[in-house]
Protein backbone atom coordinates (compact mmCIF):
# COMPACT_ATOMS: atom_id res chain seq x y z
CA UNK A 1 0.00 0.00 0.00
CA UNK A 2 1.14 3.83 -0.58
CA UNK A 3 1.59 6.34 1.50
CA UNK A 4 -1.09 8.03 -0.31
CA UNK A 5 -3.11 4.80 0.30
CA UNK A 6 -2.16 4.79 3.70
CA UNK A 7 -3.10 7.99 4.06
CA UNK A 8 -6.81 7.95 2.25
CA UNK A 9 -7.44 4.94 4.45
CA UNK A 10 -6.81 7.31 7.82
CA UNK A 11 -9.14 9.73 6.53
CA UNK A 12 -11.78 7.06 5.83
CA UNK A 13 -11.87 5.61 9.46
CA UNK A 14 -11.25 9.63 11.24
CA UNK A 15 -14.14 10.47 8.81
CA UNK A 16 -15.99 7.10 10.11
CA UNK A 17 -15.56 7.99 13.52
CA UNK A 18 -16.33 10.89 13.71
CA UNK A 19 -20.16 9.98 12.23
CA UNK A 20 -20.38 7.93 14.41
CA UNK A 21 -19.57 9.83 17.68
CA UNK A 22 -21.90 13.00 16.14
CA UNK A 23 -24.76 10.31 15.21
CA UNK A 24 -28.32 9.95 16.81
CA UNK A 25 -29.57 6.48 17.81
CA UNK A 26 -31.59 6.07 14.62
CA UNK A 27 -28.49 7.02 12.50
CA UNK A 28 -26.54 4.57 14.64
CA UNK A 29 -28.43 2.04 13.53
CA UNK A 30 -28.49 3.49 9.92
CA UNK A 31 -25.06 3.27 9.59
CA UNK A 32 -25.03 -0.51 11.09
CA UNK A 33 -27.22 -1.38 8.57
CA UNK A 34 -25.28 -0.38 6.14
CA UNK A 35 -22.39 -1.73 7.03
CA UNK A 36 -24.02 -4.72 6.83
CA UNK A 37 -25.05 -4.23 3.04
CA UNK A 38 -21.76 -3.08 2.03
CA UNK A 39 -19.81 -6.10 3.65
CA UNK A 40 -22.56 -8.54 1.90
CA UNK A 41 -21.50 -7.04 -0.92
CA UNK A 42 -17.56 -7.45 -0.63
CA UNK A 43 -18.48 -11.32 0.63
CA UNK A 44 -20.35 -11.54 -3.13
CA UNK A 45 -17.45 -9.82 -4.72
CA UNK A 46 -15.33 -12.87 -3.39
CA UNK A 47 -17.50 -15.33 -3.98
CA UNK A 48 -17.32 -14.30 -7.67
CA UNK A 49 -13.54 -14.05 -7.58
CA UNK A 50 -12.87 -17.04 -5.60
CA UNK A 51 -11.46 -15.22 -2.84
CA UNK A 52 -12.45 -17.90 -0.34
CA UNK A 53 -10.57 -15.64 2.61
CA UNK A 54 -11.91 -12.64 1.64
CA UNK A 55 -15.59 -14.28 1.37
CA UNK A 56 -14.93 -15.24 4.64
CA UNK A 57 -13.81 -12.12 6.46
CA UNK A 58 -16.67 -10.12 4.96
CA UNK A 59 -19.67 -12.67 6.02
CA UNK A 60 -17.56 -13.27 9.84
CA UNK A 61 -17.88 -9.13 9.88
CA UNK A 62 -21.37 -9.34 8.58
CA UNK A 63 -22.62 -11.48 11.45
CA UNK A 64 -20.99 -9.07 13.91
CA UNK A 65 -22.89 -6.53 12.60
CA UNK A 66 -26.12 -8.08 12.34
CA UNK A 67 -25.20 -9.42 16.07
CA UNK A 68 -24.88 -5.48 17.24
CA UNK A 69 -28.21 -4.65 15.22
CA UNK A 70 -29.59 -7.71 17.17
CA UNK A 71 -28.13 -6.51 20.47
CA UNK A 72 -29.64 -2.78 20.64
CA UNK A 73 -33.32 -4.17 20.29
CA UNK A 74 -35.46 -2.67 22.78
CA UNK A 75 -37.67 -5.16 24.20
CA UNK A 76 -39.87 -2.71 26.30
CA UNK A 77 -40.03 -0.47 23.63
CA UNK A 78 -40.42 -2.40 20.94
CA UNK A 79 -42.66 -5.25 21.95
CA UNK A 80 -44.07 -7.57 18.64
CA UNK A 81 -41.46 -5.51 16.18
CA UNK A 82 -38.49 -5.67 18.49
CA UNK A 83 -39.47 -9.46 18.77
CA UNK A 84 -40.05 -10.13 15.11
CA UNK A 85 -36.47 -8.01 14.31
CA UNK A 86 -34.64 -10.84 16.35
CA UNK A 87 -35.98 -13.42 14.70
CA UNK A 88 -34.98 -12.35 11.62
CA UNK A 89 -31.63 -11.18 12.42
CA UNK A 90 -31.30 -14.55 13.97
CA UNK A 91 -32.25 -16.04 10.75
CA UNK A 92 -30.02 -13.85 9.06
CA UNK A 93 -26.91 -14.64 10.86
CA UNK A 94 -28.09 -18.12 10.14
CA UNK A 95 -27.73 -18.03 6.25
CA UNK A 96 -24.75 -15.89 6.25
CA UNK A 97 -22.81 -18.65 7.81
CA UNK A 98 -24.46 -21.23 5.87
CA UNK A 99 -23.75 -18.85 2.53
CA UNK A 100 -20.20 -19.04 3.73
CA UNK A 101 -20.33 -22.85 3.93
CA UNK A 102 -22.12 -23.30 1.29
CA UNK A 103 -20.17 -20.70 -1.11
CA UNK A 104 -23.99 -19.58 -1.93
CA UNK A 105 -24.96 -16.53 -4.11
CA UNK A 106 -28.42 -16.65 -3.70
CA UNK A 107 -28.05 -17.28 0.52
CA UNK A 108 -25.94 -13.59 0.24
CA UNK A 109 -28.77 -12.31 -1.73
CA UNK A 110 -31.24 -12.97 0.16
CA UNK A 111 -29.75 -11.55 3.29
CA UNK A 112 -29.11 -8.60 1.55
CA UNK A 113 -32.66 -8.19 0.28
CA UNK A 114 -33.87 -8.82 4.09
CA UNK A 115 -31.81 -6.74 5.29
CA UNK A 116 -32.45 -3.69 2.87
CA UNK A 117 -35.94 -4.11 3.84
CA UNK A 118 -35.23 -3.53 7.53
CA UNK A 119 -33.10 -0.64 6.35
CA UNK A 120 -35.82 1.57 4.41
CA UNK A 121 -38.48 0.96 7.17
CA UNK A 122 -35.58 2.46 9.15
CA UNK A 123 -35.25 5.22 6.91
CA UNK A 124 -38.50 5.92 6.85
CA UNK A 125 -39.17 6.04 10.22
CA UNK A 126 -36.09 9.01 10.04
CA UNK A 127 -38.12 10.56 7.76
CA UNK A 128 -41.55 10.68 9.54
CA UNK A 129 -39.96 12.00 12.70
Known sequence: MTSAQQALAQYARVNTVSSVEDASPHRLIQLLLDGALERIAVA??????GQV???????GKTVDIVSA???SLNFEAGGEVAANLEALYDYV?????????EASEAMLD?????LHEVKEGWDG???AA
Do not use: F, K, P, V
Open 53 to 59: AARGTAI
Open 69 to 71: LRS
Open 44 to 49: RRALES
Open 93 to 101: ERRLLQANL
Open 110 to 114: ECARL
Open 125 to 127: IGQ
